[in-house]
């Protein structure tokens, strides 16, 4: 990895020197657009609407305009501000972890000890941890002040922007302000449903589907050209795919069957020892019995093989 920035963690008058790095990449298959009819590549210019010439990066400006008002900012005038030369990431307070809401958490970065020795950075992280809080930060990083938060993940600091409490819609819903009569009974089949789907969540058992899919189909066009490829063939009909959706009508109905399918689906998936769709599978926990079981096959096998050959010399 290739450090993003490099600054200071402060908190009172301890300062921390850090590197710090993306913690999160895109793995989306890079696509570009191309003219349908002749496949010459799409590409964008920046043009002025007032003189129509290509204005190259260098000479482009910001601009603010309010009421029929407008306000024309330079790179003079950015980098004047005094947040934009900061190079700390000052610790605000120390807030409860669990009043960070979820909602509110932004992009992701790793930082990494910057000095000789990682004493402070070590001591920081052991208090976070002690402690159970999270450090709520300000810093600057790409021309933006920032509110993030510091927590730890394993060994390491992380540091997640945040975003600003303005920039949180409101949820307000009339469907929501009906009073809804829910029974034992639903409320008892809706948890033996959740039961049914328990278990420990493990991100690395999940892929991106679509990716996936993508990947295949250009790998298929490339194999076999782009005249002669069916998708349809590949993929199958989307009518297939689709789902019998709509709105459920008898809903205690449809938890027991969803509990049904739930619990079928785990028998199947722990025999198979495979996962699809989101769908997890107890391979898992079946991993020692199953290699148990292949190893006395493949004795018996060998075993089998062996008194074979000695009856066929004799």
């Known amino acids: 990895m290739r450090s993003i920035w490099k600054g200071a963690l402060t908190f009172g008058l301890v300062n921390v020197p850090v590197k710090v790095y993306s913690a999160t990449e895109d793995h989306d298959v890079p696509l570009h657009q191309v003219h349908d009819e002749d496949g010459g590549r799409i590409r964008y210019k920046r043009t002025c609407e007032v003189c129509g010439e290509v204005v190259a990066y260098a000479n482009i400006d910001r601009a603010y305009e309010e009421d029929g008002q407008r306000v024309v900012l330079t790179k003079d005038d950015l980098d004047a501000l005094p947040a934009e030369r900061s190079r700390e990431i000052d610790v605000v307070e120390f807030v409860p972890s669990e009043q960070v809401d979820l909602l509110t958490l932004d992009r992701a970065y790793y930082l990494e000890p910057d000095s000789k020795s990682p004493k402070a950075y070590v001591l920081l992280r052991k208090t976070l941890e002690q402690t159970d809080r999270t450090a709520i930060v300000r810093f600057t990083l790409r021309q933006k002040t920032r509110l993030a938060a510091l927590r730890v993940r394993g060994d390491v600091l992380v540091v997640q922007t945040l975003l600003w409490a303005d920039e949180v819609r409101e949820a307000s819903f009339e469907s929501l302000d009906e009073d809804v009569k829910i029974s034992k009974k639903e409320l008892e089949m809706?948890?033996?449903?959740?039961?049914?789907?328990?278990?420990?969540?493990?991100?690395?058992?999940?892929?991106?589907?679509?990716?996936?899919?993508?990947?295949?189909?250009?790998?298929?066009?490339?194999?076999?050209?782009?005249?002669?490829?069916?998708?349809?063939?590949?993929?199958?009909?989307?009518?297939?795919?689709?789902?019998?959706?709509?709105?459920?009508?008898?809903?205690?109905?449809?938890?027991?069957?969803?509990?049904?399918?739930?619990?079928?689906?785990?028998?199947?998936?722990?025999?198979?020892?495979?996962?699809?769709?989101?769908?997890?599978?107890?391979?898992?926990?079946?991993?020692?019995?199953?290699?148990?079981?292949?190893?006395?096959?493949?004795?018996?096998?060998?075993?089998?093989?062996?008194?074979?050959?000695?009856?066929?010399?004799?």
């Open 190 to 314: 809706s948890a033996s449903l959740v039961e049914s789907y328990a278990s420990d969540f493990e991100p690395e058992e999940y892929v991106d589907e679509y990716q996936k899919e993508l990947r295949t189909l250009i790998d298929a066009k490339i194999e076999a050209g782009e005249d002669t490829f069916d998708v349809a063939e590949t993929f199958g009909d989307d009518e297939e795919k689709e789902g019998k959706g709509g709105e459920v009508i008898d809903l205690m109905a449809a938890l027991r069957e969803s509990v049904e399918r739930s619990r079928s689906k785990k028998g199947a998936s722990t025999t198979s020892g495979t996962k699809s769709g989101g769908t997890k599978s107890a391979a898992s926990k079946s991993k020692s019995s199953s290699s148990k079981s292949s190893g006395s096959k493949s004795g018996t096998k060998s075993s089998t093989a062996s008194k074979t050959k000695k009856k066929a010399a004799s």
